[in-house]
């Protein structure tokens, strides 16, 4: 099969959600219609429950889950889908933004008796950024939910995306009768089932039909007919090159947990969603049917046995073929890199493979030679974009508890620090060190894994700091100078880059009045 072909095959996305909208359950039913799995309750839950919050083997065994869970791979009508898992919980926030930089579309669920949530939002300002395409599934519909204007007015102001309802429900709760599909124009009656694959649907390309009120009865006939002239008269025409330029988001009403209006979806997805696309570097965009091979690692997973060191490395393919047993240009290292064990993802088993491409992410096996972000080619230097690190929000010093395991503190801090747990900032001045996170579980998860995985006990102290802010500044002269003055708030993160650690908003507006010429970045990237 030639390169264009695969590339035209993939789709590679993400499923976002606020914590308990569906995400999970929605996974478990896509994977039904691609037939990776043959039972309902096959998919774990990958969500960190506040109440085993600080039970440690349920972190680690969340861990396991979600390795397993990473990306979950599935062909459907001929198309190879990679779904990328998301953590749920807020406080793995980073790891979710870095998830969104390797996929090309996500779908977001949203529970229709809560709207949109905090976490939902957080999770759109993302997309935003990287105008990702968006497809909205608004959840639970079995439920007495919201009144779907109103909800679609909400996606509107809250998410900041125009909305085009690509599917209608006919009534609510117990009174839920089905979705007219708008694109379609079909109708699929609700029957609540959690392992009814193929829906029977019915085509009305007029709804004036009078079989429609004999199905659904008068009044939700009447109403659904309303909706549909209001619906057509309000929203424009679906676009989808708006939908592909990250403008306006489709909307499809339905109910995971009973497989309803999933299918809808999921046909429309493959028809709408972007193939593998174009990515950013340092040098100039990289298109995916480039004949040389290129990728980024955006995640890192450590082996949860302490006697094996080796991590698995998340790699998403970005242009060309990607071979094992070839060297490939790893550009931050010193030498070229080879891997003899790499993954796919199929469901829910790993299987080794000889070749990936565009879309694709695999997994290699790696002993400590690759980081977050790094970029390995077939021989050009050029690095992947648009993986920053953001400001962490909260601080603490990292004091170690025993001495005489120093060594192997500072190998565990450096290798979590790498697979992206926390960020790790070292003062200038008496080289203390600080870990970031932008939640609190982090600080629990990096202790334990010390004592678990390097036998280093170390304690967390509270740091009065604001933000961590990467400096810089065109005349060297002036950065120098500004560094000498402020040396006692002058630290270096894990890729030996300045950061200035503000104490307070207002101390910082200070400095930043005082020091014009400085600039100041709250991601790694600027
Ligand atoms: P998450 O991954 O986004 O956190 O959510 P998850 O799929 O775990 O779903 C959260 C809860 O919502 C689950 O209930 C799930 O069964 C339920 N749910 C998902 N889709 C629907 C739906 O369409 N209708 C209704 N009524 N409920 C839905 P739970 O009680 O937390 O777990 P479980 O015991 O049912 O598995």
Same mark, same amino acid.
């Given at each position: 099969m030639s390169l264009t072909t695969e590339i035209n095959k993939r789709r590679t996305f993400a499923i976002i959600a606020?914590?308990?909208?569906g995400k999970t359950t929605l996974t478990e039913k896509l994977l039904l219609f691609g037939g990776a799995i043959q039972t309902a309750g096959a998919v774990k839950s990958n969500k960190i429950d506040t109440a085993t919050k600080s039970d440690w083997m349920e972190i680690e065994k969340q861990r396991g889950i979600s390795v397993a869970t990473s990306v979950m791979g599935f062909e459907y009508k001929d198309i190879k889908i990679n779904l990328l898992d998301t953590p749920g919980h807020q406080d793995f926030a980073e790891d979710t933004y870095r998830t969104l930089t390797a996929v090309d579309s996500v779908i977001m669920v949203i529970d229709c008796v809560k709207g949109v949530e905090i976490q939902t939002e957080k999770l759109m300002e993302v997309c935003r950024m990287r105008s990702t395409p968006v497809i909205c599934f608004i959840n639970k519909l079995d439920r007495e939910g919201r009144d779907p204007y109103d909800l679609l007015d909400e996606v509107e102001s809250k998410l900041g995306i125009k909305v085009r309802p690509l599917s209608w429900p006919? @009534?609510? @709760?117990? @009174?839920f009768k089905g979705v007219y599909n708008l694109y379609e124009k079909k109708l699929n009656l609700f029957t609540p089932s959690q392992r009814k694959l193929s829906d029977d649907r019915q085509v009305f390309e007029n709804l004036d039909d009078p079989q429609l009120d004999a199905l659904i009865g008068p009044g939700n006939a009447n109403q659904l007919r309303e909706d549909v002239d209001l619906i057509e008269g309000v929203y424009p025409d679906f676009d989808v090159n708006d939908y592909l330029e990250g403008k306006i988001a489709p909307v499809f009403f339905g109910s995971a947990v009973n497989n309803f209006g999933v299918n809808e979806m999921l046909d429309t997805f493959i028809q709408i969603a972007p193939i593998p696309q174009s990515r950013e570097t340092d040098l100039r965009k990289v298109a995916p049917d480039e004949s040389k091979f290129s990728g980024f690692v955006f995640k890192i997973h450590a082996n949860m046995d302490p006697n094996h060191r080796n991590r698995i490395a998340f790699l998403r393919i970005c242009s060309g073929k990607f071979e094992r047993n070839k060297p490939y240009n790893h550009v931050r290292g010193p030498k070229p890199l080879r891997f003899s064990n790499v993954t796919q993802f199929m469901a829910q088993d790993k299987e080794i493979i000889d070749e990936a491409f565009p879309g694709d992410i695999v997994g290699l096996y790696d002993t400590g030679n690759l980081k977050i972000g790094d970029t390995l080619t077939e021989g050009e230097n050029l690095v992947f974009t648009g993986i920053p690190s953001f400001s962490p929000e909260i601080f603490r010093e990292v004091v170690n508890k025993d001495a005489m395991k120093t060594k192997q503190l500072e190998k565990g801090l450096k290798q979590l620090m790498e697979e992206g747990v926390a960020q790790l900032f070292t003062f200038e001045m008496g080289a203390r060190k600080v870990v970031g996170t932008v939640g609190q579980l982090q600080f629990e998860v990096i202790q334990f894994r010390l004592k678990n995985e390097y036998n280093a006990t170390v304690e967390f102290h509270p740091m009065n700091l604001y933000k961590a802010c990467w400096i810089s500044c065109a005349d060297k002269k002036q950065l120098d100078e500004f560094v000498r003055s402020k040396n006692r708030y002058i630290a270096r993160d894990k890729d030996d880059k300045l950061v200035f650690m503000a104490e307070s908003k207002s101390w910082l507006q200070m400095v930043q009045d005082n020091y014009p010429e400085i600039e100041f970045h709250f991601t790694s990237e600027f």
């Open positions: 606020h914590p308990d909208a006919i @009534g609510m @709760g117990k @009174g």
